[in-house]
């Protein structure tokens, strides 16, 4: 028998310290990227917490809305004076038309 099947001298040795130590080396690149990857635990936590950003935003905006809905729903034509709304407005807003005088009164 000349020992084909097995491996002798260098060869042996590359095989018994190699395969093991790719083996580990697959193992830590696969566990590394399970916490750094575009899908890993560092990945899922950035989602996370931009999505209870986008969501305090969210609730902020419709809070917001709300609001300024509620306000606008007096000004239905037949529930305030026109004359008064315009009067508000341009005195919120700073305007005059060019037939109007703006008189400023110190109190």
Request: charged share 30%; aromatic share 6%; glycine share 8%.
């Amino acid at each position: 028998m000349s020992g084909r099947g097995r491996r002798t001298g260098p060869a042996r040795v590359a095989v018994l310290i190699g395969l093991p130590l790719l083996l580990v080396a697959g193992i830590a690149y696969f566990y590394a990227r399970s916490f750094t990857g575009e899908y890993g635990t560092l990945a899922r936590e950035n989602i996370a917490a931009d999505h209870a950003s986008a969501r305090r935003e969210l609730d902020r905006l419709e809070a917001l809305l709300a609001e300024r809905q509620r306000r606008n729903r007096g000004l239905r034509a037949d529930s305030v004076d026109l004359d008064l709304l315009d009067e508000r407005a341009r005195a919120e807003l700073g305007m005059l038309r060019a037939d109007e005088v703006f008189l400023l009164l110190d109190e």
